[in-house]
């Protein structure tokens, strides 16, 4: 069976969709079932580096250092979200996913 990929911005929106489309078995980040896999984030899952982390001259602002604009953006997941992170990242290279249902506009 294959299926589609669901992400919905926090559980509670997740939870209500997986109740309309059918995703009732519960796993740990996400509910499946009916052909779909439903997880979701809690706030942004992945943030842009602080400045610092680039050059130890960027910790502190100063005006003449501005605009600071890296060649190669560095990214952070923080501890507390990486679980749901690597969970979704799971699920998006199961084999057996094979898309992401397009957005409708009401939510679903």
């Known amino acids: 069976m294959s299926y589609q990929?669901?992400?919905a911005e926090k559980p509670s929106v997740a939870r209500s969709i997986a109740g309309v489309i059918g995703a009732?078995?519960?796993h740990d980040g996400y509910l499946q079932g009916n052909g779909y896999l439903v997880s979701w984030c809690i706030g942004h899952l992945v943030s842009f580096a602080d400045?610092?982390?680039?050059d130890e001259r960027f910790k502190k602002w100063r005006y003449e250092d501005l605009p600071i604009l890296p060649e190669t953006w560095q990214y952070i997941i923080t501890d507390e979200k990486k679980q749901q992170f690597d969970i979704l990242r799971s699920l998006?290279?199961?084999p057996d996913v094979t898309g992401l249902p397009p957005e409708t506009g009401n939510g679903l």
């Open 24 to 26: 009732t078995e519960k």
């Open 92 to 94: 998006m290279e199961r």
């Open 5 to 7: 990929l669901v992400i």
């Open 51 to 54: 400045a610092g982390r680039y």
